[in-house]
Structures are given as C-alpha cells and as structure tokens.
C-alpha cells in the first residue's frame, strides 16, 4: 500500500490534514495540487503553524510532511484547469478530490471520469462532511456564506474527513471495494451512504 500514487488536489482543510494523516499512516507517495497561500485564518483548520503563513500551501506542506515523516511531496503550485488535470492524472493513480469549490469538484469530476482515473471526493459543508467515490458522486450545488472551511469550529469535522477519507483508502486498496460515508457533527454519527 505505501507503493500506492496520490494525487491531492487542495491542500486546505481537507488536503492538509488528510496527506498529514496518510503520512503517518505509512503511505509515501504523493503529489499535492494547490495556488493559494497560507493565511493566518487558515491556521484554525489547516495543518499549518504561524511560520507557514504568506508561503505558497504546497511549500508549507512539503515542509512539514518532510519535518514529521521524512517524505518528500511532488508539488505542483498552480492552478488546476482541465488541460492541467488531464496530463497530471494517470491510471493507477487515485486522485484526492479536496477542493473547497463547485467548479474546481466539478472539473474533477469529469476529467476523471472521461481518463478512467480513480477519485475520492472529500469535502465539507457547514457541519457535515462527504467521503465519496466518483462513480457515486454528486457535485454539490453551490453553498451561500461562509465557506466551512474558513469557521474556525471546523477543524474537527475537517480531521474527521481525513481519518475516514484514509480508512476509506486503505479498505479500498486492502478488498477493491467502495465504501462511501456522510458524517453529520450535529449528531456525531458517521453513517454508509
């Protein structure tokens, strides 16, 4: 399993925290897919320290992955487009869908679905998180107000994502089947979709 490719596309409150949680989960190779900064807010929910802000999210997390587990990250530091996903994806790679955004989710979506590459949907909304494969998946409609991953009360909901996002992966990867899980804070339940 710690052979397996992943392609993480954000490295916010879901990619930050899950590639920190594979990492210390034995799994070695992965390239991270983000445009954006470190801000300070980001702090609240992400996997990154006062010294991270103003650097690119990809060069922080490269950082610190190599700081906790010694593995070095392939990182790609712009935007991801569909020409850009088409060339980057590749059979027998999994692709991590982290993205906090319709469009970005969508564009995913369909890139993987048209080359045949495996995707694990892992995304947010207010207080109920989503760890979905593509086959399965319904790119969400847009969400109004604050993006969940900006409220700093989100941090648990994002780490439950990524703890059931690699659970999800290594059964997956151990029996060659899909399980899919909606997690509802509200309730604390963790429920098979």
Known sequence: MADQEFIICGAGAVGSNLVENMARQGFKKFTIVDFDRVDDH????????R??????????????????????????GK?????????LFKKGAIVVDGFDNVESRKM????????????LHVGLNKDYAEICWN?????????????????PLARNIAMMAGVVATEVIIHFLEKGE????AITLGDMKINAM
């Open 178 to 181: 899909y399980k899919n899980f």
């Open 135 to 151: 086959q399965f998946y319904r790119v969400p409609d847009k969400v109004k107000g604050m993006d969940v991953c900006e409220y």
């Open 108 to 119: 995913v979506t369909e890139c993987c679905t048209s080359l045949g590459v495996t995707c």
């Open 51 to 76: 010294r991270d802000v103003g650097q690119f999210k990809v060069n922080a997390l490269k950082s610190r992955i190599f700081n906790v587990m010694g593995i070095s990250l392939e990182i790609v």
């Open 79 to 87: 935007k991801l487009d569909e020409v850009s996903a088409k060339k």
């Open 42 to 49: 980001n702090r609240h929910t992400q996997a990154y320290d």
